[in-house]
């Protein structure tokens, strides 16, 4: 059996067993200033678009509403209308620095859904190369990445703004 070390994760598992409430991660994130250490990449005025923290693929980004919930259909329809525009932002950016040759674009809704933060809504949208999945995943357990969530930050940061 392979071991993955993930240090972190006491605290998380420490409050919870305490019986702390944690706060909602997407919106902890928003109260820091946009850089690398809260991968917000672009804000609008109910959205932001932000890189995923565990990513599928290099550029992997999500769209999410400022307000946090769970409820897609109670989803104020103006902050409907700025996600979808975050989500064309978002694939022009990662289309202009990475290429790819296709997307997967999704909303995992409550966790029987698949939903990693069910309390809050959160569009993902996953850059796609033909072939970009290949035996590590299946035989070895492990993504490998090609650059740092750093390098990718930089440079969606850079196509965002333009």
Request: with cysteine; charged share 15%; net charge neutral.
């Amino acid at each position: 059996m392979d071991h993955l070390w993930a240090p972190w994760r006491m605290s998380f598992i420490q409050q919870a067993h305490d019986g702390k409430q944690l706060g909602c991660v997407l919106c902890e994130l928003q109260k820091l200033s946009d850089g690398p250490e809260n991968l917000i990449l672009h804000r609008g005025k109910q959205a932001f678009v932000i890189m995923n923290k565990f990513p599928y693929n290099c550029g992997h980004v999500m769209v999410v509403p400022n307000a946090h919930g769970a409820e897609f259909a109670a989803l104020d329809p103006a902050c409907g209308a700025e996600l979808q525009l975050l989500l064309q932002k978002a694939l022009r950016a990662i289309d202009k620095v990475y290429k790819p040759q296709g997307f997967n674009i999704g909303m995992n809704l409550g966790s029987a859904g698949g939903a990693g933060i069910p309390a809050h809504l959160h569009y993902h949208v996953v850059p796609r190369w033909n072939g970009d999945t290949n035996f590590m995943p299946v035989v070895g357990q492990t993504k490998v990445l090609p650059e740092s969530l750093e390098e990718s930050y930089a440079k969606l940061s850079k196509a965002l703004s333009s």
